[in-house]
């Protein structure tokens, strides 16, 4: 079924794709299963949009149907999770110049899913608005989310930033999003880079002493 939600998102049809979801949810499918399906469905549109055959209204609906997707999935992986005890504090924000907010809202979800507590700074976050939200809710951990290649700069800047601001020895910085690699990571000077969401709660975990 996960192959026809794939299609049903990469081909615009969002009814069909909110049908199959809640199809698939209600016969126990695993709701990270559903995500994986989503994201390989980005993949397709992304491809088309390179190519040419799809433009920003594609993109906008793809990621609206994203947006309804994600809040069904949302109540499973809380179930999944069991309930969660406060594991440390983490600070995540897509980076300045970008607005793509899909896997960073995912990667929060995950996050105070799985027994952190986290603060959302939301999108195109400048540089100084992380160092001021470490200074106020003193967490452990920053997560930069960035989906563009303008995104690398940006990551790099806010490490920078918080360098600057003498709290980085305070902090685990890991980043993520689309574009992002083990490359990028070394060249923004972070910690760590996950690949997902559940990725980026492993290394919370690891560095709050929890795993
Ligand atoms: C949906 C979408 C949009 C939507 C965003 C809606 C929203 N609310 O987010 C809209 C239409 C707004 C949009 C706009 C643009 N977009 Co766009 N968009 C996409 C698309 C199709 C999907 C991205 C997405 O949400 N994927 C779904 C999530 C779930 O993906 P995921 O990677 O699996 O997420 C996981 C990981 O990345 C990770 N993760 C993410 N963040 C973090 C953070 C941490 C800390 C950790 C640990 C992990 C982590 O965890 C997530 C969950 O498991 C991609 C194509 C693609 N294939 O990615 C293009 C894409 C990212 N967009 C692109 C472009 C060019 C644009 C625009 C510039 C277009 C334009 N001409 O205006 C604008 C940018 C505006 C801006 N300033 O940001 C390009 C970027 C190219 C580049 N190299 O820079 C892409 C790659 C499309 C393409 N192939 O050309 N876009």
């Not at 993949?43 to 994203?66: D, K, S, T």
């Not at 005890?85 to 980076?95: A, D, F």
């Not at 540089?127 to 001021?132: G, I, S, Y």
């Not at 910085?173 to 083990?182: A, E, F, P, S, Y």
Request: overall charge negative; glycine content about 12%; aromatic content about 6%.
């Amino acid at each position: 079924m996960s192959q026809a939600l794939i299609d049903a998102i990469a081909d615009m049809r969002e009814q069909d794709a909110l049908k199959i979801t809640d199809e698939m949810l209600a016969s126990g499918a695993d709701p990270l299963g559903v995500l994986d399906a989503c994201r390989e469905a980005m993949a397709v549109v992304g491809r088309r949009y390179e190519e040419g055959n799809y433009f920003l209204p594609e993109l906008l609906l793809a990621g609206e149907m994203l947006g309804q997707i994600s809040d069904k999935v949302k109540p499973h992986l809380q179930a999944q999770a069991g309930a969660p005890k406060m594991l440390g504090r983490v600070v995540v924000g897509t980076v300045k110049g970008d607005i793509h907010d899909i896997g960073k809202n995912i990667v929060t979800f995950m996050l105070d899913a799985n027994g952190f507590e986290v603060r959302d700074l939301g999108v195109d976050v400048p540089p100084q608005k992380f160092v001021e939200a470490i200074r106020d809710f003193e967490p452990q951990v920053v997560g930069l989310s960035g989906f563009l290649t303008l995104a690398f700069d940006a990551m790099k800047d806010t490490v920078e930033a918080i360098k600057a601001a003498g709290l980085r020895d305070g902090v685990k910085i890991i980043i993520g999003g689309g574009q992002v690699n083990d490359k990028v990571q070394e060249y923004a000077g972070a910690d760590a880079y996950g690949k997902d969401a559940m990725a980026g709660v492993s290394f919370a975990k690891r560095w709050v002493g929890a795993q």
